[in-house]
């Protein structure tokens, strides 16, 4: 016990809770706190040794400094483990939507491989499906047209040739001349022979000499001066509605051609009078022949006999088939030729 203890500290106080405790205390000249007036009795640093108190007061403090130092570390480390733990959560979550998104990207590829292969597999279905369609409306049309064939025919069998043919004597003795008795009776046995194998439902049997992948009717009279007598045409009038009926009737004997057999229809030199002219336009009407010839069928100036241009411009604008037109020997005006050009397909 010395009588003055000296406090290694910058300043301290001792607070007293007896209110008249003649306790003072001031500063030492030297920045240590003093006791006055035996306030020495009511101080005990419990330790001889110079700061003793004030150290355990810090090592107590620094120990429960150390142990929160040691609780926050162990805090932020639970803390950093918990971050970690989460961030290999959403990893394995990305690396198994990866996963997922490969296996989709596979199904993907396999979807469209099986996708193109079933458009290439029903695109040929279509195709082979077309191809029998077509074959069958061609089918369909082939047996068509046979059945109005074999009509055409059942209703020929009940026809017979209407029309009268005299010899050139008979003829000359009714009052022709030898010219006109053998112009009559020559286009009469021709217009016969034409119209029964029309009624059979066959092309004349000369009519393919020229081209053997070519069908039709060709009428090719001499090439003489036309003979305008009204009783010769006349007399070649009947057989004219014969073989005009009979080319009407024919359609379906034409339909039954293949498709690159050309079909044809010539008149050269053929005397027609007017009402004989509209019975062969009737009968041309909507025919289809590729290939249409008239050739010095308009007979004179002042009393044309023939198949006139008008005529001949109503047949081929009837027909969509054509391929070739000729026109010779006949007058031709200019407002026809814009007509006759534009309608040949």
Known sequence: QHDQSYLPVNRFCIMNDNKGSPTKKRKANDGRATLLDGAHDDVNTGNNNDGGFLHNISGQRNDASSAACDENNTSQLDRMEQIMTRMEEKLATVSSLESRCEQLEAKC???ENILESTSQSTKGHMNRLETKVDSVH??????LNFHEYNEMLVKNQRWEYSADIDTADNLVSNGYTDDEAEYVAETSEELRDITLQLRRGVFPEDSNQFDSEAEGISMEMPHDDPIFSEAANDELLPHWKEFAAALKQFTPAMNLLSDNCERFFTLSFVQLDHEAMLLIKDALIGKPFRTLSFTNNDNGEDDPRGMSVDAILDIVESNKHLRQLE?????????HIEKLCSAVH
Do not use: E, F, T
Not at 138 to 143: F, I, M, Q
Not at 327 to 335: E, L
């Open 138 to 143: 061609v089918k369909l049309d082939r047996s």
């Open 327 to 335: 026109i010779g020997m006949n007058r031709i005006g200019r407002d």
């Open 109 to 111: 590829s396999s979807l």
